[in-house]
């Protein structure tokens, strides 16, 4: 796997829930982890960053609402998403940090209705 995989997007209504998945396997000197989502006519945009010694920081805007976690055994970055809003909809991508520099999924696209 050169480049990490996401899953869990959809369309959900506001006040909503999603659980976002990114599979890391196979990419050596993994130093951090990220979610970042790009909205029509926005800037990508960092949500959730998680490094390897745990310590997460996360958007204004999603602080309280979303959570970062990482499976260690499996390389895996999760994205929890609470009392979803309209303004969340993006698409969301992973990204890993490597020495070797920076790895992107293609995104998953996450939509809410109001």
């Known amino acids: 796997q050169a480049q990490p995989v996401e899953s869990g997007g959809g369309l959900v209504q506001a006040g909503g829930s999603l659980k976002l998945s990114c599979s890391a396997a196979?990419?050596?000197?993994?130093?951090?982890m990220g979610w970042y989502r790009q909205a029509p006519g926005n800037q990508r945009e960092s949500v959730a960053t998680?490094?390897?010694?745990?310590?997460?920081n996360y958007a204004d805007s999603v602080k309280g609402r979303f959570t970062i976690s990482k499976n260690k055994a499996n390389d895996n970055v999760y994205l929890q998403m609470n009392n979803l809003r309209p303004e969340d909809t993006a698409v969301y991508y992973c990204?890993?940090?490597?020495?070797?520099?920076?790895?992107w999924g293609q995104g998953t696209q996450v939509t809410v209705s109001s």
């Open positions: 990204k890993i940090v490597t020495p070797w520099g920076d790895r």
């Open positions: 196979g990419i050596a000197g993994i130093k951090g």
């Open positions: 998680i490094v390897s010694n745990g310590i997460t």
